[in-house]
């Protein structure tokens, strides 16, 4: 019985569905669980973002005069169009239109690679200044002028010094002793008072940051209004902001491997029959990437 | 294993070749490949059960160090890791993936009268996950092992020279694993129920296993994007967690206990599905309370994302959010308190069957009783700041992991053994491991709980010589599980050699998948099925001939609507 059962069944229904219907909800649904994993695995760097921010809103302030907001804007665009293809791909899916769901793919693949080549562009932008993540952070002195800031001469020598000496010869330093900021950092109060008759503990290099220092009201005021200087832990933006476009540009990556595979699929008239459940799947996962890159453009570019 | 052409006791599985799932395609090959939920299950049922193992021989090892303060048979340094591997490879290895994936793929589509899985290729992902991921912490293991605890707190695993960051990415990896499983089975869930399968005509096994599934798909990519975060930190230095570039190292532990928490109930809640089922069979009645334990299930697995910071009392969270998480760690108590009842209830005035299963089930109601109740001490902020760190900790969760999950484990391995492998292993032996375990785990844990409140902290290589008899006793309640497992270990294969053929229905468990052959056919079922009452007992009567429990009305369970494509 089990066996005759199927014989004249759509050749696209997978043996263990009782009909297409079952067989789309299935894979629908597993798809939007999936992106709920895909939000909260984003939804981490942004709680991140929000325990720095509240705690040390200069620090962001600061790290966005240096993002590249045309930049940001133009990938935002290019973004959205990419989502109205890939929305238009699945409507000629629907519809059995197999040239223009080509040519759709084609189109958000060239819009996502546009994407990544405009972060290119602003990635290595902030390599050569320095502007990198804690351990690599080092802006030179013209990036900062250039936006405003006035640094500590001291500060900038010894980030550019340090950096152009590169690692003594064979000694590999822990990231943090290459830190320009351990002594010049305006933040060590404690440095000055502490007794050494009192406490044996050194002043931590660079004081606590995000929730420990909630309480401390006072000095985090203070620092809100000395934004013409380059900020202590300044660097964190840069962690944040390379973390979590980094993050993003990786799902791009592969909502453009997914793209290819549509287009493999496309070609071999895999879509012909009318079931558009790959594309449909594909083009939630884009529209996601893409929101959550508008989420980034607001939360990194447009501070202020 | 068994052969082909062997008789086949029951009427249902007629089919003159007497193939099942197991004899349906041959070679590693048709294993490693396979898109069967059951095989699937099988693959991680042995690979499981050999982390188990492994982690097992890492407890016995710390035991035996503990034999005598200082140096016994390691240096401190070996120590550090041995206890570290213990939990890593016990909490990821084993005990998240062991019920859902070994024991729920394997029951989940027959007890839903499915074919398989909604998503057989994610099913067949998640394991190679698991595989790909097993492999990259044993390869962490083999070059130099981590040190930090099973927790990887910053900022010592950010500092440590052991290899954090393969064992992380290890975990990172299993973290796949343990989504694509709870993503398939809350999607089979939905689309799969057969014709009459309400839900709440569902077992209580599948409330469970979704209400768990749940938490994985919820709170595993925080654990993911968590542990990138420590790779990425160790290998770029971004600072997040590292106070020197200006992050916070209490944010790790935020981030951490959010997934781990949660995670805790990862490993409980199938559990509990699984005594659900057992504690009706062998008791001949009725579950008492099913809506309430449904219910309940579906109530932890919310509240299991609001308590995390109950383990940060001591980390310098604010006061309030102190008071706040102890006020909803208690709430926990009121749905777990619930299902017990419901179970005690199920058992009064029940015809109770001591068969090994149900040796399990008393232990687990035994065992999880204590973990429940200790973790109120430990829930409670004034003696919390006391036990913090103690041997009392350790006892608490041995209580409730393996007390309580591992023992629901081993029931549910018990109970389904002649269905997934056809064939009955020895009653008289299971009945001795069962009460060696038991006495064993009490002897180990049970003092640790003194051994805590008097103030050992937890983790020490070396202690003073008050505590010395608690640490004797400790380490042979340890070697008494070691033996009983090695007694389980060969009455289980023994019986898939030697063991009597199992009939259709040996318990007399009125859910479906006893309706179909042990083992099953690899479609599973000859027929279409319809949903009944999964508790209704009094459907079935025992064949004393064929030793097999058969239904009053036998074309009950088949649906009636033949044809229709």
């Known amino acids: ?304 | 294993m068994a052969e082909g052409h062997s008789a086949v006791v029951t009427p249902m599985s007629g089919g003159a070749s007497g193939e099942n799932y197991l004899t349906t395609g041959k070679g590693p090959l048709s294993w490693l490949f396979t898109l069967d939920h059951k095989r699937i299950s099988v693959m991680y049922m042995v690979c499981i059960l050999g982390s188990f193992l492994l982690g097992g021989v890492f407890a016995l090892l710390i035991r035996t160090e503990l034999w005598s303060p200082g140096a016994t048979i390691m240096t401190a340094d070996t120590y550090n890791k041995m206890f570290t591997l213990h939990g890593a490879v016990m909490i990821f290895l084993f005990i998240i993936p062991g019920i859902p994936a070994a024991l729920g793929n394997f029951v989940l589509p027959l007890m839903l009268g499915a074919k398989d899985v909604a998503l057989p290729r994610l099913n067949l992902l998640s394991f190679w996950c698991w595989l790909a991921g097993a492999t990259v912490c044993l390869v962490s293991i083999v070059v130099g092992a981590v040190d930090t605890g099973w927790t990887f707190y910053t900022p010592y695993s950010t500092t440590t020279s052991t290899a954090v960051v393969s064992m992380t990415l290890g975990a990172f990896i299993l973290g796949f694993s343990s989504i694509f499983t709870g993503l398939n089975f809350i999607v089979t869930i939905h689309t799969m129920r057969p014709e009459g399968m309400t839900w709440f005509k569902m077992p209580l096994f599948l409330w469970s296993l979704y209400s768990t599934a749940i938490i994985q798909v919820l709170a595993t990519p925080v654990l993911g994007i968590t542990l990138l975060l420590l790779i990425a930190e160790r290998t770029l230095g971004v600072g997040i967690f590292d106070p020197a570039l200006g992050g916070d190292p209490v944010l790790y532990q935020h981030f951490f206990w959010f997934y781990s928490h949660p995670a805790v109930y990862i490993m409980i809640l199938p559990a509990m599905g699984i005594i659900s089922e057992l504690v009706s069979v062998f008791s001949g009645k009725r579950i008492f309370g099913y809506r309430m334990i449904a219910w309940c299930s579906i109530a932890i697995a919310v509240l299991s994302f609001l308590v995390w910071g109950h383990h940060l009392f001591t980390s310098g969270q604010s006061g309030l959010l102190n008071m706040i998480f102890s006020a909803l760690t208690f709430t926990v108590a009121i749905p777990s308190a619930v299902k017990v009842f419901s179970w005690l209830a199920t058992m009064y005035k029940g015809a109770i069957s001591l068969a090994a299963p149900m040796l399990y089930v008393l232990s687990f109601l035994f065992l999880f009783a204590i973990g429940g109740l200790t973790g109120l001490f430990l829930g409670s902020l004034s003696t919390d700041i006391h036990l913090h760190d103690t041997y009392f900790v350790v006892a608490h969760f041995h209580y409730v992991m393996f007390g309580g999950t591992v023992i629901a484990f081993l029931g549910g391995i018990h109970y389904w053994w002649p269905k997934m492998f056809g064939r009955m292993y020895s009653e008289f032996w299971a009945r001795i491991s069962a009460a060696l375990i038991f006495v064993g785990f009490n002897l180990t844990f049970f003092t640790q709980f003194v051994m805590g409140s008097h103030g050992m902290p937890r983790r020490y290589y070396n202690y003073l010589e008050v505590f010395k008899p608690y640490h004797q006793a400790s380490t042979v309640g340890s070697y008494i599980l070691g033996v009983a497992f090695m007694i389980m270990a060969y009455y289980l294969l023994h019986s898939l050699v030697r063991g009597e053929k199992a009939p259709e229905n040996p318990w007399g468990g009125a859910t479906l998948e006893w309706a179909t052959a042990s083992p099953p056919i690899a479609t599973n079922f000859e027929h279409e099925m319809v949903g009944l009452d999964p508790y209704d007992i009094d459907s079935l009567r025992f064949d004393r001939e064929t030793g097999n429990y058969v239904r009053k009305d036998p074309g009950s369970i088949f649906s009636k609507r033949t044809g229709d494509e």
Not at chain 1, 74 to 79: D, F, P, Q, R
Not at chain 1, 125 to 143: E, N, Q, T, V
Not at chain 1, 188 to 217: H, M, N, Q, Y
């Open chain 1, 1 to 304: 019985m089990a066996g005759s059962d199927h014989s004249h069944h759509n050749p696209d229904l997978a043996h263990h569905f009782e009909n297409m219907d079952q067989q789309r909800q299935s894979s629908k649904l597993g798809m939007w669980l999936f992106l709920v994993t895909e939000i909260l695995f984003f939804g981490g760097l942004f709680c991140a973002y929000v325990v720095y921010r509240v705690n040390h809103p200069e620090v962001f302030v600061f790290g966005h005069h240096f993002l590249d907001k045309t930049l940001g804007a133009v990938n935002t665009v290019v973004l959205i169009c990419s989502s109205l293809t890939m929305a238009w791909a699945v409507r000629a899916a629907q519809l059995k239109q197999r040239t223009i769901l080509m040519l759709m793919l084609v189109l958000s693949f060239v819009l996502a690679g546009t994407f990544l080549g405009v972060k290119y562009v602003e990635y290595s932008h902030k390599w050569h200044h320095g502007l990198l993540w804690a351990s690599r952070y080092a802006p030179d002195a013209h990036i900062l002028a250039e936006a405003g800031f006035e640094v500590p001469e001291a500060h900038v020598e010894e980030a550019v010094s340090e950096r152009a000496e590169g690692a003594p010869a064979g000694e590999t330093i822990p990231a943090i002793e290459a830190l320009p900021v351990d002594e010049t950092t305006p933040e060590t109060p404690l440095d000055e008072v502490a007794d050494p008759e009192i406490s044996k503990i050194g002043p931590a290099a660079a004081g606590p940051a995000g929730l420990a220092t909630a309480g401390d009201r006072a000095s985090a005021e203070a620092e809100r209004h000395a934004v013409s200087v380059d900020p202590a832990n300044a660097r964190t933006f840069f962690s944040v902001y390379f973390l979590m476009t980094g993050l993003h540009g990786i799902h791009v990556i592969l909502g453009m491997i997914a793209m290819l595979w549509l287009m493999k699929l496309t070609f071999q008239g895999a879509f012909d029959g009318g079931h558009y459940t790959k594309v449909d799947n594909i083009a939630l996962y884009w529209h996601v990437v893409d929101l959550i890159w508008i989420y980034l453009f607001l939360l990194m570019y447009l501070i202020d």
